[in-house]
């Protein structure tokens, strides 16, 4: 892995891709919870190893607590030390999200502890709501982008885990991303990942496929080589 | 002139408020009155100038005025504030909506923009519907003085007069559709019908004219909003009479609307669109407040609200309570965001852990026991709301964070420097609905307003809880709900500990309940509940005193949460959370279970109640045969499901879609949270259209598959007779005659 870069968590993607780079927006994309469950492990992880904190903005009320204790617990690591240096908070409607990125107080407030990572669960499920009027959710979207954008100059990588694979709403996601990944599980024990956008190199699509026998587990994908 | 407020609504096309006063003398007058509504709008210093321009630039600005003083729901004071008052009533959210895109919805702090008109209106006038009022012009505007305090519980309501109304469709399928035509119109006035027949547009018109001339204050209808005020006016639109034909005391334009489906609390509800009359009230006799309160109920909320009842009467519980709240947030002449509720503070997921849970359960035994009694916390959550201090600006404020109030095991501080607006708002609720049930208890007045009146108050105090963890909630925040479930598990944990230092045993505890048994030489349940009450802040009382109680099993075998029966000492069986007791049930399964625990309540001991299993069997078997004779009423043989989606989502052809495709067929649409109703024909059939018919179709069902039908009183009596051994096996053998012993009744005797 990068020097300049921080660990996913999941040892074949940092053989692959090189972790989160700092000073990135990456965007993960999935069908499945798969997303949301790497940046799970790179907290763990990266809390582990370095010691910083990690802030998660969960717009889909989906962050588990147990899940990462039991991480943790996996790991040999004590969970309320690593729960500890997580910091997150729940905007419930697009407009409390909008309001977490504006310039004083929210996100920018707890960014003055130096965290590892940003990561931002399911965004778009909050922002293209029902409840939400359409050019507002294209309001908050664009705006929410820009701050996030702006927030490259720390030092730390920024990560969305988006949950669907329908393109409708996701291009501006994608446009805004230094990496998108697209992540597919493929039947039992196989995990396709694609690397849809990556600035730095020559292609912008890579397959990468995983298998390992008795893997059926999203624990077990975390271990495996790719 | 002296007389109550029926209706208060904005005139959109003179831009002034129309106000309805039914006088003591009976008479209605229409009364007009200017006023000018402002909206606020607050930016960064350096944005200020920006600001003043984008209104400037805009045609629907009347003027933008700099204002001082007012504050936030904090206390703090908001700086560079303007006043805005647009060009007209129309054109306000227009306005504002417009200031708030220019500025990307965050540059710009807008306030007081979606405040109903009305609401607004009254508070400004300091007037309340329905209250006995003195009406004076003074100045060219309207003045109000109360004649009657509004804290008078045995205040005469105003006599309003009332009818019923019914339409006959002249249908062409099952179900009457807006394109059926109009056969009949029945309108009841106390015990005499009016009924108006012949061509449609002679229906029409005689209905109207029968209105005009009756002049009701009040028409009552069932379904109103959700089918008869549509049909009646989309019918007039086809009979060409749209511009002849209203109900109201003022022609009022009104087209058919679509409904919404909402979640709430993980189900999907309906809410039908709202078709208002001017002047005087329709009442769809459906909607939630009105079931729960009737008139009555209504009545009161609205003069203790300052909701005129026709609008009250379409809120749910929540938007009522939040009503309150803003009606005691802009008494206090505190800005009310726009479309800005406060996110949830960051916290650490170790907090999250702690935090994030509801309240506290002491898992039920499973089985019968004797000489329980169960105890209530009376309005907890609200009750802590109020004792605690709980608001969404008094947890985690910002002025006491070393010194304030600490919340149990969760560590949030709550101000001890100022009252929060939901706790001000709460209290005189909780207050009220004690004031009735003592009135009730001492058997003052008629009980039975005083039973509505406090049936409604209830349901709005059941609901401010919920309200502080709901998204959109405008005085919520996850905080003050997190804090809330902390306390209520903090107390309920006391009242455990205060019981059974008395001497009894918790058998269950439920979030603010508690079921006890005496242990031996126990003390006196006054006496604990005096113990509790001293220790929580929060009164408990004796909600009753069980011969017998039943906890009944969850699937897995282990004891369910909220799902009993018992026998109370004054002869009343409590039921909760079996079949008989859900909407979806069948009648017949319903009644069953009745007669069973009709049957089971004529016992007063266990022993006594072990003895009479047996006869349960029998009256499982009467019940099976007259299904198996086919001599049930098709109408009670209905299931009532309300469906979660719309129809091509449905994946499996489940009895719902397939009411849903029948349905369909006959022209109507269902949104998710309506709900369908229908019988089951032939279950095992490969058709699915045979499997089930829609219940409005009922006269066209040849019969009903009786086999399903005694398979769902097999479950219900397993529901019942589990705690004693019984299986669904053992209860389909009884039901073939052969006289199954449960294994209790072996081992047991």
Not at chain 2, 187 to 204: W, Y
Not at chain 2, 306 to 333: S, W, Y
Not at chain 2, 387 to 415: A, F, K, Q
Request: net charge positive; charged share 30%; aromatic share 8%.
């Amino acid at each position: 892995m990068e020097e300049d870069a921080v660990s996913s968590g999941v040892r074949f993607f940092d053989d692959a891709f090189g972790g989160f780079k700092k000073r990135r927006l990456h965007l993960l994309v999935s069908a499945t919870g798969i997303g949301e469950h790497i940046l799970y492990r790179s907290a763990v992880e990266n809390i582990a190893r370095l010691g910083v904190p990690v802030l998660f903005v969960d717009c889909a009320n989906t962050f588990s607590p147990y899940e990462i204790a039991r991480i943790s617990m996996s790991r040999g690591l004590e969970e309320r030390g690593i729960l500890s240096k997580i910091h997150v908070s729940r905007p419930f409607t697009a407009y409390q999200l909008s309001i977490l990125f504006e310039d004083h107080g929210g996100v920018e407030e707890t960014l003055e502890g130096k965290p590892a990572i940003l990561a931002l669960l399911h965004p778009l499920k909050l922002i293209y709501s029902e409840d939400v009027a359409r050019e507002d959710a294209e309001i908050i979207l664009r705006r929410m982008l820009r701050r996030l954008r702006g927030l490259r100059r720390r030092d730390m990588a920024v990560v969305i885990a988006h949950l669907g694979l329908r393109r409708r709403h996701l291009t501006q996601l994608m446009e805004a991303a230094d990496y998108a990944y697209v992540l597919q599980t493929m039947g039992r024990n196989r995990i396709k990942v694609r690397l849809e956008k990556d600035p730095g190199m020559s292609f912008t699509e890579r397959d990468f496929f995983l298998a390992h026998g008795s893997q059926t587990t999203l624990e077990r994908f975390a271990e495996a080589r790719g | 002139m002296r007389g109550w407020i029926i209706d208060a609504y904005p005139d959109y096309g003179n831009n002034e408020m129309t106000v309805w006063l039914k006088t003591r003398r009976g008479k209605v007058l229409r009364l007009r009155d200017a006023y000018t509504p402002a909206f606020y709008a607050a930016t960064a210093r350096e944005n200020l100038g920006s600001l003043l321009q984008e209104l400037r630039n805009s045609s629907l600005l009347r003027e933008a005025l700099p204002e001082n003083g007012k504050r936030l729901l904090s206390g703090a004071q908001e700086e560079n504030l303007l006043r805005v008052v647009a060009r007209g009533y129309a054109d306000i959210e227009k306005l504002a909506y417009r200031v708030a895109v220019r500025g990307e919805l965050s540059r710009y702090r807008l306030y007081n923009v979606d405040v109903n008109l009305a609401q607004r209106y009254l508070v400004k006038r300091d007037a309340r519907p329905m209250l006995l009022t003195e009406v004076k012009r003074r100045a060219g505007r309207l003045e109000y003085s109360a004649l009657e305090d509004v804290e008078d519980l045995s205040y005469k309501p105003p006599g309003l007069r009332k009818v019923g109304l019914e339409v006959v469709a002249d249908k062409r399928g099952s179900v009457a559709r807006l394109s059926d035509p109009l056969k009949k119109a029945v309108l009841m006035v106390g015990d005499e019908r009016v009924e108006c027949e012949g061509r449609e547009e002679d229906v029409l018109m005689d209905l109207a004219d029968h209105i005009a001339r009756l002049d009701p204050d009040v028409v009552l209808t069932m379904r109103g909003d959700s089918f008869l005020m549509p049909y009646l006016y989309h019918r007039a639109g086809v009979s060409g009479l749209s511009e002849e034909f209203h109900l109201g005391r003022e022609p009022e334009k009104q087209r058919v609307r679509e409904g919404k489906s909402y979640h709430s609390y993980g189900r999907i509800v309906y809410r039908p669109p709202s078709y208002y009359l001017k002047g005087r009230m329709h009442l769809d006799g459906t909607r939630f407040l009105l079931r729960k309160g009737g008139i009555e109920g209504l009545i009161d909320l609205s003069r203790f609200s300052g909701i005129p009842p026709q609008r009250l009467a379409r809120m749910t519980a929540g938007n009522a309570v939040t009503a309150i709240q803003l009606r005691r947030a802009l008494e206090n002449d505190v800005l009310v965001p726009w479309k800005r509720q406060g996110c949830e503070y960051f916290k650490t997921a170790w907090s999250l852990l702690h935090a994030d849970r509801g309240g506290y359960i002491f898992e039920p035994r499973v089985g019968i026991f004797e000489d329980v009694a169960e105890l209530d916390f009376a309005s907890m959550y609200p009750g802590i709301m109020v004792r605690y201090n709980i608001s969404p600006e008094t947890v985690l404020c910002g002025c006491c964070r070393e010194d304030g109030e600490r919340v149990p095991g969760i560590g949030y501080h709550v101000c001890i420097k100022r009252r929060g607006l939901v706790p001000l708002a709460l209290r005189p609720i909780i207050k009220r609905r004690m004031a009735y049930k003592e009135l009730m208890r001492r058997g003052n007045g008629d009980g039975g307003d005083y039973e509505a009146r406090q049936g409604v108050l209830k349901w709005l105090l059941i609901t401010s809880f919920g309200y502080q963890g709901y998204r959109n909630s405008r005085f919520g925040r996850i905080e003050s709900h997190e804090a809330i479930c902390a306390y209520g598990r903090e107390l309920l944990l006391r009242a455990k500990e205060a019981a059974e230092e008395r001497g009894y045993e918790v058998l269950h505890g439920l979030v603010d309940s508690l079921w006890l048994r005496r242990d031996g030489d126990a003390g006196e349940l006054e006496e604990v509940c005096r113990r509790i009450t001293s220790k929580t802040g929060i009164d408990i009382s004796l909600e009753a005193r069980y011969r017998w109680i039943v906890f009944l099993p969850s699937k897995t075998g282990v004891g369910a949460l909220n799902r009993y029966y018992g026998l109370k000492e004054n002869g009343e069986v409590k039921v909760r959370g079996v079949e008989m007791r859900m909407s979806s049930t069948p009648g017949v399964i319903a009644r069953y279970q009745e007669e069973v625990l009709r049957e089971l309540a004529q016992r007063w001991s266990i022993r006594e109640v072990r003895a009479a299993l047996p006869g349960v069997f029998r009256i499982m078997r009467r019940y099976a045969r007259r299904l198996i004779e086919g001599r049930v009423d098709p109408g009670d043989l209905v299931f009532t499901v309300t469906v979660s989606r719309g129809f091509r989502e449905y994946r499996v052809n489940g009895f719902s879609k397939i009411a849903l495709r029948q349905l369909r067929r006959e022209g109507i649409g269902i949104l998710p949270g309506q709900g369908v109703r229908y019988i089951v024909t032939d279950h095992r059939s490969r058709r699915h259209d045979e499997k089930v018919r829609i219940a409005e179709a009922w006269r066209e069902i040849d019969g009903y598959d009786a086999e399903f039908y005694v398979t769902r009183l097999v479950k219900a009596t397993e529901t019942l007779l589990r705690p004693f051994g019984y299986t669904e096996e053992d209860i389909a053998m009884a039901l073939q005659g052969h006289e199954q012993r449960s294994i209790y009744q072996y081992v047991g005797g």
